[in-house]
C-alpha cells in the first residue's frame, strides 16, 4: 500500500485530478499537468534515450535477436517499449518485453504471448503476459534479461501487482476516469506488440 501512494503522487504531477480527458479535453490538455508531461515528451531525457540504445546493442549482441522499438511517440507512450522474440511454435509466438519509464526510475520485464490465426490472417486474441513461462521455461531468459537492465540502467523493476492499481480520479487519451490504472501513469496504454 505505501508504494501505491508513493507512485499515486508521483502521477498527480503529470494527470489532472478528476478531469476526463474524453470529456473536458480542452481543460485536460491547458492544466498543468498535462503541460509537465507533455514537456518530457517535447524534451526527452538524452541519458535515459543513450541507455536505452546502449540496451539495444547489448541485447542484439548477446542474445543474437532482432530488437523492436515499438515506442510509440505519438502515442505519447511514457515508456519505452524494446522488444525481441525468444521463440515460437507452430501459431505461437513468445516475445520478452521491456518497458522503461520516462516518468520514474522502474522498468517492467516480462513475456507475452501471441497467437496467429493464418486462416483468417489476424490475431486470435490480444497479446497477454504468460506468468506460468515466466517461471518455468523461459525464466533464465527472464533473470538473465533484468540483470542486464538493471545494470546499464540503474533502474529497479516494479511489481505488475502495484501496476495495477487504479487511480480512479485520474484519465489519459481514451482512457476514462475510474480505469487508469498506475501501469497507464507510467509505462503504456496497454500491452502490445507489432510482432506476430
Given at each position: 500500500?505505501?508504494?501505491?501512494?508513493?507512485?499515486?503522487?508521483?502521477?498527480?504531477?503529470?494527470?489532472?485530478?478528476?478531469?476526463?480527458?474524453?470529456?473536458?479535453?480542452t481543460q485536460y490538455l491547458n492544466s498543468e499537468e498535462n503541460k509537465r508531461l507533455d514537456n518530457?515528451?517535447?524534451?526527452?531525457?538524452?541519458?535515459?534515450?543513450?541507455?536505452?540504445?546502449?540496451?539495444?546493442?547489448?541485447?542484439?549482441?548477446?542474445c543474437k535477436k532482432n530488437i523492436y522499438d515499438f515506442t510509440i511517440q505519438s502515442w505519447?507512450?511514457?515508456?519505452?517499449?524494446?522488444?525481441?522474440?525468444?521463440?515460437?511454435?507452430?501459431?505461437?509466438?513468445?516475445?520478452?518485453?521491456?518497458?522503461?519509464?520516462?516518468?520514474?526510475?522502474?522498468?517492467?520485464?516480462?513475456?507475452?504471448?501471441?497467437?496467429?490465426?493464418?486462416?483468417?490472417?489476424?490475431?486470435?486474441?490480444s497479446p497477454k503476459i504468460n506468468l506460468e513461462l515466466e517461471k518455468s521455461?523461459?525464466?533464465?531468459?527472464?533473470t538473465k534479461s533484468k540483470l542486464f537492465i538493471e545494470n546499464i540502467l540503474k533502474y529497479k523493476e516494479i511489481r505488475f501487482e502495484v501496476l495495477d492499481s487504479k487511480i480512479t480520479d485520474l484519465s489519459f487519451q481514451d482512457i476514462e476516469l475510474g480505469d487508469f490504472t498506475l501501469f497507464n501513469a507510467f509505462f503504456l496504454n496497454n500491452i502490445y506488440t507489432q510482432i506476430f
Open positions: 500500500m505505501k508504494d501505491f501512494e508513493c507512485f499515486k503522487q508521483k502521477a498527480y504531477s503529470f494527470y489532472p485530478k478528476n478531469i476526463s480527458a474524453i470529456k473536458n479535453q518530457v515528451f517535447q524534451n526527452p531525457d538524452l541519458t535515459l534515450l543513450r541507455k536505452v540504445d546502449e540496451l539495444k546493442d547489448f541485447f542484439k549482441s548477446s505519447q507512450d511514457r515508456a519505452y517499449n524494446i522488444q525481441f522474440i525468444l521463440n515460437k511454435k507452430e501459431n505461437k509466438t513468445f516475445i520478452l518485453c521491456v518497458n522503461i519509464s520516462m516518468l520514474i526510475p522502474f522498468y517492467l520485464c516480462y513475456i507475452i504471448e501471441v497467437e496467429f490465426d493464418s486462416i483468417k490472417n489476424k490475431l486470435k486474441c521455461i523461459f525464466n533464465n531468459d527472464l
